[in-house]
């Protein structure tokens, strides 16, 4: 494990450390650089407490870059970028301070209502964190803001050099293809590939021209998680074989191609379908199988080109 200026200036200059042509997972070397784009810390031990997740929840524990560090994995990360689930705005300064102390933590995206009266003034507030990467809405919030013709919160962001994650449903692509033209200083990033429900069936039509659009659009991004929960929703177990989710992977990786798509975990919230080795290692065995250049850029070179993070830091 490297320190974050460490890597992030090394990465910068050389663009990360090679792979000789990687098609199985024994062929991939120890240097590959990982980053999980998406993972969530809170602490309900707080005199406060956590809006999210709630008491009668298995997530409810104290979730801290520790506590990620020590989950077995296939293949080591060598850093995270944390999306922030609180509700609470100050929770994204505690998620910074948490950052500040801990160079594992490689990114921020925050949690903020671009409704709220003090967005902007929140925005320009974390913005001027190095650390702090963008912010995260869910799908219902960016079509009101398509309905009312009113993407000025959206451009703010853009005009701070932030990104913007997108949460919701298989309808979800199809929102950000509609949003992504309109704004195309914007980088947009959908989460959970559209949170599809993965089975045995062939991928829904709908959800397929959706991620088809979005894929179009050279300012939108796609993180490849929640795969293992898509899977063992109604009671279901989540199938360890890549070949049950080969369909749904290949709809999005054949529309965004290599040099757009990211790998993320989800965890904790991915320990409802499976592990965080078999999910992982689901994930790489297809990454593999797309050669050297293409599993770099999944697993590091596109979290730089989505979230762009800082080399400069002390």
């Not at 689930?85 to 505690?94: I, L, P």
């Not at 050669?291 to 400069?312: I, Q």
């Amino acid at each position: 494990m490297i320190d974050r200026r460490t890597f992030l200036a090394g990465t910068a200059a050389t663009g990360l450390l090679g792979l000789q042509s990687p098609s199985r997972a024994d062929d991939v070397v120890e240097a590959l650089q990982i980053i999980d784009c998406h993972t969530h810390f809170y602490d309900p031990s707080r005199p406060e407490g956590v809006p999210w997740p709630p008491e009668d929840s298995f997530l409810y524990r104290t979730v801290l870059p520790d506590d990620l560090r020590a989950v077995a994995k296939f293949r080591p990360i060598a850093g995270t970028v944390v999306v922030e689930a609180s509700e609470w705005v100050e929770d994204n300064a505690w998620l910074l301070e948490l950052a500040d102390r801990d160079p594992f933590i490689l990114g921020i995206v925050g949690n903020l209502k671009p409704d709220a009266p003090d967005y902007a003034d929140n925005v320009a507030r974390f913005a001027a964190h190095p650390l702090f990467r963008g912010i995260r809405i869910q799908v219902q919030m960016l079509q009101s803001l398509l309905d009312a013709d009113n993407l000025a919160p959206l451009q703010l962001l853009a005009e701070h050099d932030l990104s913007l994650d997108v949460n919701g449903g298989p309808e979800t692509p199809g929102v950000i293809a509609v949003a992504a033209p309109k704004l195309p200083d914007l980088r947009f990033i959908l989460n959970h590939i559209g949170n599809v429900a993965v089975t045995s069936d062939p991928p829904p039509a709908d959800w397929q021209a959706g991620i088809a659009a979005a894929g179009e659009c050279a300012n939108v991004f796609s993180k490849i998680s929640a795969l293992v929960e898509g899977a063992s929703r109604e009671g279901m177990t989540a199938p360890d074989d890549l070949e049950f989710y080969r369909p749904y992977i290949d709809v999005v990786w054949n529309a965004f191609g290599h040099e757009k798509v990211i790998y993320g975990s989800n965890w904790p919230v991915s320990d409802m379908g499976a592990d965080y080795a078999t999910l992982q290692r689901l994930v790489l065995e297809y990454a593999f199988e797309q050669g050297a250049d293409a599993t770099e850029n999944f697993c590091s070179r596109n979290a730089f080109r989505a979230y762009k993070y800082v080399t400069n830091r002390a």
